[in-house]
């Protein structure tokens, strides 16, 4: 079944959280909710950047572009099962990202955003 929609409805989780709910209108304005697994929602939020990229590139025929949001918020913390860190980064709308990384990446990531905050700070010179 092939289901067109035209805006995303409510969504939420279901007691327990093993399964999530996706709520759309679709195309004649009806309501549809989607159930799936919480390990299917994990897959699609995974695919999803990927699917929007290209669908830019589909369109504008432009590597260079990208759906990026505004960074409000972030953290850092030390996961509870080993060396890993993981670092979670928040839009102000509710878009909440959290990955885990070793403490090189962690320096190598840092290290680059240090180098291009100063690129960017440093007045040109004629």
Known sequence: MKIETSSLGTCSIAKGGDRLSLGFVDENGRDVEIKISAVDACA?????????????????????????????????????????VILTFATGAGFEVSFSANPQTCSSLGSALFESTQQLAAPELN
């Open 44 to 84: 699609i939020a995974m695919t999803l950047p990927r699917l929007l990229r290209n669908s830019l590139w589909e369109k504008y025929h432009d590597t260079s572009l990208r759906y990026a949001f505004p960074l409000d918020t972030w953290q850092v913390e030390a996961a509870s099962d080993g060396p890993q």
